[in-house]
């Protein structure tokens, strides 16, 4: 029961033949190898998956491709500038905001939509909007001080 | 049953969508958000061949202000609810209850009628629709129903929702003033979590500011549906609100709730925790009228 679907990924138009009701998750891990969301729990607790959709960040593995039909998808592959890490990658290095990695790509995701939405967010507003993001290395500060440390830098580079 | 062997029927407006689900209402099952329904599919909790994707009908999204009417069509999402400003101005304590719901992940994606039709006793949003004395529209494919909230509940996760229904629209009366509602939650920890309480409160002040009447309080996750404190608000009508009344109120509305032990919490500790959420409802709706009066 397969059947074509297309939606834009990371800027370009992509399609793909799979079942309806293959998560986005799948489609993008296996049918497209972007491999940036990962699958941890399958169940909406922990944020590994997250991608934005149409501007909001959402878990692909609750999302069925059928219902990502003509969306707008950026995963954490779409940030990065040609090859070389996005500001949010490059300030989460810096911090020491990543253990094993695992968590990151969907933590990168959150603060890159927070960001979009809040050029200015406090301390809490970045806390709130990486609520839904767990990591089970470093703890948190490092990831909200990389999250701080981004925003002030775009501000900067707007001033 | 694995999710590659579902089919997915995704119409392009309401009148296809009730047309298929007239047509298939023994096997297919509607998803809107789907933050709950595909992990209930992951975990075999859910069995179906088919599903109904509603949530592109843009027909059924819409917030709106007719006179003191408010209309929130039933595939809003929570983040759609939370940045609307035609909420913020009439019923701040409905939008601060979704809010507290899920995470900016969920929110994205999770439906205000989704949440009424998962009828999970601890949903946040319900509550406050309790008090709010909102009305739910469903509709088939010949004729829409208009039912109170309080009678769409039947019982633990039942609804009256006829298997050919949608939920398609949730209307309620804005609140005159921000310091008449609020809503209190309480949980295991800051972000993410179901309510163990949850209680969502509505009054009208005296003119001294000394006492409430025409009080609506509502409670969530201990009962097997949320109901409202019937004892407690005849009890704090037009009474002084004094410590002890208040107290006193307290544990009146505790006796009124049937809580269960689940891996949340015991029954003992949610009839506990009842008394507490209603003082400090009670003192929220006192701090949040001094506020307004001193804007």
Not at chain 1, 56 to 62: D, K, M, N, T
Not at chain 2, 9 to 34: C, F, K, M, Q
Not at chain 2, 108 to 118: D, E
Request: aromatic content about 6%.
């Amino acid at each position: 029961m397969e059947r074509q679907f297309s939606f834009r990924l990371n800027g370009r138009a992509v399609s793909v033949s799979v079942p309806p009701a293959y998560t986005l998750l799948e489609v993008l891990r296996e049918e497209l190898d972007v491999t940036g969301p990962k699958e941890d729990c399958g169940k909406g607790e922990c944020g590994a998956c997250t991608v934005l959709m149409n501007g909001r960040p959402v878990l692909s593995c609750l999302v069925l491709i059928s219902q990502a039909e003509g969306a707008e998808i950026v995963t954490s592959e779409g940030f990065m500038k040609e090859e070389s890490p996005s500001d949010v990658q490059k300030a989460f290095i810096e911090n020491g905001a990543v253990q094993c990695g695992h968590c990151i790509p969907g933590f990168i995701v959150s603060a890159e939509a927070l960001l979009s939405r809040n050029s200015k967010p406090s301390v809490t507003e970045i806390k709130s909007a990486l609520a839904g993001n767990l990591c089970r290395c470093t703890g948190y500060t490092s990831i909200v001080r990389a999250v701080q440390e981004t925003a002030q830098k775009r501000q900067e580079g707007r001033s | 049953m694995r999710l590659a062997d579902i089919d997915v029927v995704s119409p392009t407006s309401l009148n296809e969508a009730l047309t298929v689900l007239h047509e298939r209402s023994d096997r297919i099952r509607p998803i809107a958000g789907s933050t709950d329904t595909i992990i209930q599919l992951k975990d075999g909790l859910l069995q179906t061949k088919e599903l109904l994707d509603i949530s592109k009908l843009g027909e059924l999204r819409y917030i709106l202000r007719e006179g003191s009417r408010i209309r929130v069509g039933a595939l809003c999402t929570y983040s759609e609810i939370i940045e609307s400003s035609v909420l913020a101005s009439s019923c701040w304590m409905f939008l601060n209850a979704c809010r507290t719901i899920g995470t900016p992940q969920i929110q994205s994606r999770a439906t205000i009628g989704g949440n009424l039709a998962n009828a999970s006793p601890a949903g946040d949003s319900i509550p406050p629709l309790y008090v709010l004395d909102a009305m739910i529209k469903v509709q088939n494919s010949e004729r829409a129903r208009h039912i109170p909230i309080e009678k769409f509940f039947l019982g633990y996760r039942k609804v009256d929702l006829r298997p050919d229904e949608l939920i398609t629209e949730i209307s309620f009366e804005a609140v005159q003033s921000p310091c008449d509602a609020t809503f209190l939650k309480l949980g295991l920890r800051e972000a993410h979590f179901i309510s163990l309480v949850n209680m969502a409160i509505r009054i009208r002040w005296a003119e001294d500011g000394a006492s409430f009447s025409d009080l609506r309080i509502a409670m969530g996750a201990v009962a097997p549906v949320v109901i409202r404190a019937r004892k407690c608000e005849e009890f704090l009508q037009n009474q002084a609100l004094g410590e002890d009344v208040v107290w006193q109120a307290s544990r009146i509305a505790s006796d009124e709730a049937s809580p269960i032990t689940d891996v949340r919490a015991s029954a003992e500790y949610r009839r506990a925790m009842i008394p507490s959420l209603l003082y400090k409802a009670v003192h929220t709706l006192i701090d949040q009228r001094k506020a307004w009066e001193k804007r």
